[in-house]
């Protein structure tokens, strides 16, 4: 099984504008490269991980490694889609779609993603309320339409019911908390990168 992740990110200085009432433009740049590097890092140490492919706009500060696919910003679900179609042309025979935003994950919640991961399932992370969707793993090439925004989790449900696949919910921490509301920053590990200092 050749499994590739995708990672999805804004072009950086669009990134994270809910904090601004927390931090600066500045400080927001720095959290939201701190977080990426670190969830390419986690990805990187996930022997199972083959290709990690970036979704987005551009590719800033990110080592030539990364594939960067390109992401107009028009339509996230669709750019995603697109990006998992190229993953199976190229090969790949499952797909992780992974938020750039989990400052705490850990390989062993990348691990825990791709084990629930199978033919004819959809694996799926809620954020910490089960709303959102912070992580999801999918068998290539699929039919599933992606579903993120609001309400997310419960779509993707929907989604995998309508399509008659099974559906496996990820409970980790790494893959729960990610980076939305100014209170979110005080419980990020690195806070001198973060608060751009």
């Not at 140490?45 to 990690?52: E, G, H, K, S």
């Not at 995998?160 to 409970?171: K, P």
């Amino acid at each position: 099984m050749s499994i590739w992740a995708l990672v999805p990110v804004k072009a950086r200085l669009a990134g994270k504008t809910r904090l601004a009432a927390r931090l600066t433009p500045e400080q927001r740049l720095a959290l939201v490269r701190a977080m990426l590097d670190h969830v390419l890092d986690v990805l990187r140490a996930v022997p199972a991980v083959d290709r990690i492919a970036l979704v987005s706009p551009e590719r800033d500060r990110v080592a030539d490694d990364i594939l960067l696919l390109p992401d107009p910003s028009h339509d996230l679900n669709a750019c995603l889609e697109a990006a998992l179609n190229e993953a199976a042309a190229r090969g790949a025979s499952a797909a992780i779609i992974v938020s750039a935003d989990l400052p705490l994950l850990a390989p062993e919640d990348i691990v825990a993603l791709i084990a629930a991961t199978g033919s004819g399932q959809i694996a799926v992370a809620p954020d910490r309320a089960a709303q959102g969707s912070n992580a999801i793993g999918l068998a290539l090439p699929t039919r599933v339409r992606l579903q993120l925004g609001p309400d997310s989790y419960a779509r993707h449900r929907a989604e995998a019911l309508r399509l008659g696949l099974g559906f496996n919910r990820v409970d980790a921490p790494g893959l729960a908390f990610d980076v939305d509301r100014p209170a979110d920053v005080g419980r990020c590990p690195r806070p001198s990168a973060i608060q751009g200092s």
